[in-house]
């Protein structure tokens, strides 16, 4: 249980995808202008990527890793698809994304009206594939995978809103014509991923 | 993703020589005024992270523009016959399947670099280059324009790439390509690296001020919002 609480508060904070590794940066940039969108933005990402990352870890370890189609015949034990967890991932990520958009139409048009574009645009969005390959990477077990996709998803979702707050208090402030939007917009990212950079010294 | 701001029109290119004027501007626009980093704002996330060194950010801007061609001028070839509902997987197959070939190469080639760059070769796959370049130009044009934008957008994303990786190779590490290009004698009077510049924070500062002299120097770049 520790354990989990500990891949959680990592993969939020401590190795936050957007602030840590920049990871996610397209979508950052464009969607972060004000808070009400960002926070849509967010859930939309926390919800993907809790999702996705879990099923391609069942992907990756029932399919695609050396000796994991030992079950259907011994004699392809030995044969290795790890080659092609790029092409699966991404066929997964794409394709769940719109599962996911068509369920939520159904099941709850309030939250569907929420999202709305923000649902497709995952797809693209790099940290969904990031976190399934640092899933891969790690070398993280079942429970470990879902815990850090939640938390990876929380993790981007708090950068971009609090990235978005600072924007909408941006407009208030003189700055130099060439650097406005997105040239200061770099820069606060910057300071904001140096500041979470004082998170690292904490061991877990 | 922006949408396409390119409007060439299609039927006139049949008269037109394999490097006339306008598909030269398809190969230079993209690594200046239309630069994929600076003013698509697409492709951030990897242009971050490969750039601690020179020898990773170079492989990776070649990876990425033959990717980039390629899917360029395959979807272009297709493009009349994509179905446009499933365009996006279709898109996205194609990307995927030439990323694993350039996965596979510098594993092949380059070990060491490879396992370095591991996560983000496969994050060419959602590198918003590609799939914007597909969406704003190859779906809309003929192959070997096609194919030319991509090689631009490739060299663009490059070139920003490489500014990047240079200014901090040797400001951070007194090193370019791994060979020291500060004199020892000035270690020796008390120069210190600037660790700044190793972490990714100051590869954002390097791009906002490239965006600040790039809009500078043309205010046409400059956003009003």
Same mark, same amino acid.
Request: net charge positive; charged share 5%.
């Given at each position: 249980m520790q354990d989990l609480l500990n891949i959680f508060i990592k993969s939020a904070f401590l190795e936050n995808m957007v602030l840590a590794y920049f990871i996610g940066m397209c979508s950052f940039m464009a969607v972060s202008k004000s808070v009400k969108t960002a926070v849509g933005l967010g859930a939309a990402v926390v919800f993907v990527l809790g999702i996705t990352v879990p099923i391609n870890w069942l992907f990756q370890n029932l399919l695609l890793i050396e000796g994991a189609l030992g079950w259907i015949h011994p004699s392809l034990a030995t044969v290795d698809l790890t080659f092609l967890s790029f092409i699966v991932f991404i066929a997964v990520i794409a394709a769940l994304v719109q599962l996911v958009e068509m369920v939520v139409e159904k099941t709850s048009p309030t939250l569907y009206n929420a999202l709305g574009i923000f649902l497709p645009l $995952?797809?693209? %969005?790099?940290a969904i594939l990031a976190g399934a390959l640092f899933m891969v990477q790690r070398e993280y077990n079942f429970p470990e995978s879902i815990v850090y996709g939640l938390g990876a998803g929380i993790g981007w979702a708090i950068a971009i809103i609090a990235m978005a707050a600072i924007r909408e208090k941006l407009r208030y402030s003189n700055i130099p014509p060439a650097l406005r939007g997105l040239g200061i917009t770099f820069i606060l990212t910057g300071l904001m991923g140096i500041a979470f950079m004082s998170l690292m010294g904490i061991k877990l | 993703m922006s949408q396409a701001t390119e409007t060439t029109p299609v039927k006139e290119q049949k008269k037109e020589g394999l490097f006339s004027s306008k598909n030269r501007h398809l190969l230079t626009d993209p690594i200046g005024d %239309?630069? /994929?980093?600076? $003013?698509? +704002?697409? #492709?951030l996330c990897s242009a971050l992270a +490969?750039?601690?060194?020179?020898k990773p950010a170079i492989i990776m801007a070649i990876g990425v523009t033959i990717v980039t061609a390629f899917s360029n001028l395959i979807i272009s070839a297709l493009r009349n016959t994509?179905?446009?509902?499933i365009r996006m997987i279709v898109q996205l197959v194609v990307i995927a399947a030439l990323v694993v070939i350039v996965d596979q190469l510098l594993r092949a080639f380059v070990y060491d670099v490879s396992k370095k760059l591991s996560v983000f070769i496969g994050l060419i796959i959602t590198n918003c280059i590609v799939m914007g370049r597909l969406e704003a130009f190859a779906m809309a044009n003929k192959p070997w324009p096609s194919f030319l934008d991509g090689i631009g957008n490739g060299l663009g994303y490059g070139a920003i790439l490489v500014i990047i990786a240079l200014l901090r190779e040797s400001l951070g590490s007194g090193t370019i390509l791994g060979y020291?290009? $500060? /004199?020892q004698a000035l270690y020796t009077a008390g120069y210190v690296n600037? #660790?700044?510049? +190793?972490? /990714?924070a100051a590869s954002m500062f390097i791009i906002a001020i490239i965006i600040w002299i790039q809009r500078s120097r043309n205010p046409k770049l400059v956003d009003i919002s």
């Open positions: $995952i797809t693209v %969005n790099c | %239309n630069n /994929p980093i600076t $003013i698509q +704002v697409l #492709g +490969v750039t601690t060194q020179l994509i179905p446009n509902r020291q290009i $500060i /004199p600037n #660790g700044l510049m +190793v972490t /990714p």
